[in-house]
C-alpha cells in the first residue's frame, strides 16, 4: 500500500489487444508473496488512444506494463529511458517519476536470459544462434543475448531490411543478418530464438530442418497455441529441447516488478503455477 493512502498502489498492463494477458495474475501472485497490497488491471487501449491513457493511468497509478502494439510508443513518450528501452527503441515497463515525468524501462532481454540460463540450462557463452524476426521483441532481446557471451548471432526476419537494420544497430562483428529464403544453407545452431508474431496470428513459418541438431535449443517467445507449431517444428527437427516463452514472461515480470517494488520475488512458484494451470 502506498505510503499514506489506504488504498493499494495501482498498476496495469496495455495493449491491443490484452484480454488474454497472464500480467495482472502474475503480478498479484508476486504481491502475495512478497506481502504487498497492489492492484493491478489490463487495459485495453487503441494505437492511437494509448498516449493518453496511460498518461491518465500514471497520473495516480504507480507503474505500467506495455504489450503488443504499444512498445515502441511507450519508448518514444517517456522522458527518461534505460540503456535496455533505449538500445531496443522499446519499452515493456513505465515507471513513475517526479513532476509527472515517466521512465521506460526494457526487461524482455533480461527475462530472455534468466530463463534460458536459468531454468531450460541452456548455456550462452560461446554459442552460434539464430534469432527469428527483428520486430519489437527481438530487438528487445538482442542485445542481451550478445551481452551473455553469444558468439554469433545470426538474424533472419521475413522483411530483411529490418534483420540488417537491427544487425548494423548491434555494431558488433558477432551479429550478422542473412535472407530468410537462405535459411537451408546456414547449418545448424546451439539455439534457435524465435521471436516472429508468425504463431500469434496463426500463419505458417515454414522452415527447414537442418537448422537443428540434437543439440538444439529451439526457444519460442510466445506461449500456449501461439508457440505450438514452432515447438512442433523443432522437435520434428531433432532438438535437444523446446520450450515456450512462459518462464521469460515471469522473468521479465519479476524485473518490472523489482523496478517498481526494490524487491524481486521468487519466480518458480509463480512459473510452477501457471503451467500448472495452463497443463
Ligand atoms: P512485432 O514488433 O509486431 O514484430 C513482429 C515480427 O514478426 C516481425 O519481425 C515480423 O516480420 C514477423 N512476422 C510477423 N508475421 C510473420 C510471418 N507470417 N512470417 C514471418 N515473420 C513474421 O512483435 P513483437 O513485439 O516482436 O512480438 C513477437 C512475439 O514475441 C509475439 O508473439 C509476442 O507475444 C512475443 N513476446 C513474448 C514475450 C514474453 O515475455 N514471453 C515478450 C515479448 C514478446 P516483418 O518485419 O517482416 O513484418
Same mark, same amino acid.
Given at each position: 500500500?502506498?505510503?499514506?493512502?489506504?488504498?493499494?498502489?495501482?498498476?496495469a498492463?496495455?495493449?491491443?489487444?490484452?484480454g488474454?494477458?497472464?500480467?495482472?495474475?502474475?503480478?498479484?501472485?508476486f504481491?502475495?508473496?512478497?506481502?504487498?497490497?497492489?492492484?493491478?488491471?489490463?487495459?485495453?487501449? $487503441?494505437?492511437?488512444?494509448?498516449?493518453?491513457?496511460?498518461?491518465?493511468?500514471?497520473?495516480?497509478?504507480?507503474?505500467?506494463?506495455?504489450?503488443?502494439?504499444?512498445?515502441?510508443?511507450?519508448?518514444?513518450?517517456?522522458?527518461? /529511458?534505460?540503456?535496455?528501452?533505449?538500445?531496443?527503441?522499446?519499452? !515493456?515497463?513505465? $515507471?513513475?517519476?517526479p513532476?509527472?515525468?515517466?521512465?521506460?524501462? !526494457?526487461?524482455?532481454?533480461?527475462?530472455?536470459?534468466?530463463?534460458?540460463?536459468?531454468?531450460?540450462?541452456?548455456?550462452?557463452?560461446?554459442?552460434?544462434?539464430?534469432?527469428?524476426?527483428?520486430?519489437?521483441?527481438? /530487438?528487445?532481446v538482442?542485445?542481451?543475448?550478445?551481452? =551473455?557471451?553469444?558468439?554469433?548471432? $545470426?538474424?533472419? !526476419?521475413?522483411?530483411?531490411?529490418?534483420?540488417?537494420?537491427?544487425?548494423?544497430?548491434?555494431?558488433?562483428?558477432?551479429? /550478422?543478418?542473412?535472407?530468410?529464403?537462405?535459411?537451408?544453407?546456414?547449418?545448424?545452431?546451439?539455439?534457435?530464438?524465435?521471436?516472429?508474431?508468425?504463431?500469434?496470428?496463426?500463419?505458417?513459418?515454414?522452415?527447414?530442418?537442418?537448422?537443428?541438431?540434437?543439440?538444439?535449443?529451439?526457444?519460442?517467445?510466445?506461449?500456449?497455441?501461439?508457440?505450438?507449431?514452432?515447438?512442433?517444428?523443432?522437435?520434428g527437427?531433432?532438438?535437444? =529441447? =523446446?520450450?515456450?516463452?512462459?518462464?521469460?514472461?515471469?522473468?521479465?515480470?519479476?524485473? =518490472?516488478?523489482?523496478?517498481?517494488?526494490?524487491?524481486?520475488?521468487?519466480?518458480?512458484?509463480?512459473?510452477?503455477?501457471?503451467?500448472?494451470?495452463?497443463?
Amino acid at each position: 500500500m502506498p505510503h499514506g493512502s489506504a488504498f493499494p498502489a495501482r498498476y496495469a498492463v496495455f495493449g491491443h489487444p490484452i484480454g488474454h494477458s497472464l500480467s495482472p495474475a502474475i503480478h498479484r501472485m508476486f504481491g502475495e508473496q512478497c506481502g504487498i497490497a497492489l492492484d493491478y488491471v489490463a487495459i485495453d487501449a $487503441t494505437p492511437a488512444a494509448f498516449a493518453d491513457a496511460v498518461r491518465h493511468f500514471l497520473a495516480g497509478g504507480h507503474g505500467a506494463n506495455v504489450s503488443l502494439p504499444h512498445k515502441a510508443a511507450a519508448c518514444a513518450l517517456a522522458d527518461e /529511458r534505460s540503456a535496455a528501452a533505449s538500445r531496443a527503441g522499446s519499452a !515493456n515497463v513505465l $515507471t513513475r517519476l517526479p513532476a509527472g515525468r515517466l521512465a521506460a524501462h !526494457n526487461t524482455d532481454g533480461s527475462g530472455l536470459v534468466r530463463d534460458l540460463t536459468g531454468r531450460q540450462h541452456c548455456p550462452l557463452h560461446g554459442r552460434r544462434v539464430l534469432l527469428l524476426g527483428a520486430g519489437g521483441a527481438a /530487438r528487445g532481446v538482442a542485445w542481451d543475448l550478445l551481452d =551473455a557471451g553469444v558468439d554469433q548471432l $545470426t538474424i533472419v !526476419n521475413r522483411t530483411a531490411d529490418s534483420a540488417v537494420a537491427l544487425a548494423g544497430a548491434l555494431g558488433a562483428t558477432r551479429a /550478422r543478418a542473412r535472407h530468410w529464403q537462405d535459411l537451408a544453407g546456414l547449418g545448424s545452431f546451439d539455439l534457435i530464438v524465435h521471436a516472429t508474431s508468425a504463431g500469434v496470428l496463426g500463419q505458417p513459418l515454414p522452415l527447414p530442418p537442418g537448422l537443428a541438431n540434437p543439440q538444439t535449443i529451439g526457444y519460442d517467445l510466445s506461449y500456449g497455441r501461439a508457440a505450438q507449431s514452432f515447438l512442433d517444428w523443432a522437435r520434428g527437427a531433432g532438438a535437444k =529441447a =523446446a520450450c515456450d516463452g512462459l518462464g521469460m514472461l515471469v522473468e521479465q515480470a519479476a524485473d =518490472a516488478f523489482a523496478l517498481w517494488h526494490g524487491r524481486r520475488p521468487d519466480t518458480d512458484p509463480v512459473y510452477a503455477q501457471l503451467r500448472g494451470s495452463a497443463a
